[in-house]
């Protein structure tokens, strides 16, 4: 599915100066929404259960909500989407292992670390190993690569109150990949998430990728076979783009679970005194025109409501590359003033 006629609703319904980027918007501001553990009511009451849970009830990091079930027939523990899904997450029996699964995973480790680096989007694509999964995986790759070269983030005013950062890593562009198997024991959990509450296909058997930005934020799930160049396009440039909407829900995606506290880490993250925009170069590859940190790129429909394409605008011309020309006249009239007069007197 396209993200365009969204995507453009969105930025233009009543939108706000802000020229922070929707990515690092997202990070700085949008507190990820609460999953839901629904403990039967035997459960609720176990001693030993609620040992388990105090230290997450008091200063718990995950974005996790404990209820106890109305439904005293309840006999498993379900784990349900931050949003209103009839399609639990997880279910069973709720010990210390358990736990340790529903809270976090080696990709979720991993997820957290890419965010805090400043990475602007992750596309985790989870498929199953075969030829034709790694052509497709191949080709998301490459086309990310490329579309690092013609995007740039906004140009941030640093008097602007609105568009303050707040603490965290350095501001950067960054299109990065997390690959996972879709058969791995250890990641099931998470790969229910990323597909999202709704579920529109099963992740054990199609091949996705999910694009994963701010506390853990899915802008969208796509199965490989119909996530063209043009979806991957529109899904980037509206997260590196401007934040044109102050309210976390008028933004399409959901949550996942991340066992981490968001407001301790980010502070905790050693930034520069610079804003630092990382665009990484594909070997072999060779740039015609300008450099692409002189490419600024814009977004406009075309050929109807629900295309986008990207406009290169016209390189700027630096500050000191307009000094040189300048400096060069002023020295040569002083050099002839100095000679004409030597000149006359022969």
């Known amino acids: 599915m396209r993200l365009a006629t969204l995507i453009i609703a969105l930025c233009t319904s009543g939108a706000c100066a802000c020229t922070i980027p929707v990515f690092r918007y997202a990070l700085d501001r949008w507190e990820a929404d609460k999953f839901h553990l629904v403990l039967p009511q035997d459960v609720a009451k176990d001693p030993e259960i609620q040992d388990l849970l105090r ?56 997820l957290v670390q890419q965010l805090l680096a400043g990475d602007s989007v992750i596309w985790v694509i989870a498929d199953s190993g075969s030829p034709v999964d790694v052509l497709e995986v191949e080709r998301v790759e490459k086309r990310l690569k490329f579309l690092e070269q013609v995007a740039s983030l906004p140009i941030q005013d640093p008097n602007d109150p609105d568009s303050q950062l707040g603490p965290g890593p350095p501001l950067r562009l960054k299109f990065a990949t997390l690959r996972l198997r879709r058969d791995d024991p250890a990641e099931q959990l998470l790969l229910r998430m990323l597909v999202g509450p709704r579920g529109d296909f099963d992740p054990a058997t199609t091949s996705f990728a999910s694009a994963v930005f701010g506390r853990g934020r899915v802008l969208g799930a796509w199965p490989l076979a119909i996530l063209d ?118």
């Open 55 to 110: 230290p997450l009830r008091a200063n718990g990091k995950a974005n996790l909500d404990f209820i106890t079930a109305t439904d005293a027939a309840q006999r498993d523990t379900v784990l349900r989407n931050s949003r209103e899904s009839d399609k639990p997450v997880w279910s069973g029996k709720l010990d210390a292992t358990s736990l340790a699964a529903v809270l976090d995973s080696p990709a979720r480790k991993k």
């Open 229 to 346: 160049d043009a979806s991957l396009e529109d899904a980037c440039m509206f997260l590196v783009g401007r934040c044109g909407c102050r309210l976390k829900n008028e933004n399409p995606g959901w949550d996942i679970l991340l066992n981490l506290d968001w407001e301790k880490a980010l502070p905790a993250v050693k930034t520069s005194d610079s804003t630092e925009t990382s665009v990484s170069k594909p070997a072999n590859v060779e740039t015609i025109g300008p450099p692409p940190s002189q490419l600024r790129a814009t977004i406009e429909p075309i050929a109807g409501p629900d295309v986008l394409k990207i406009i290169p605008d016209e390189p700027e011309i630096p500050a000191n590359g307009r000094k040189g020309p300048l400096l060069a006249g002023v020295a040569a009239g002083l050099v002839l003033l100095f000679l004409i007069p030597r000149w006359l007197r022969k």
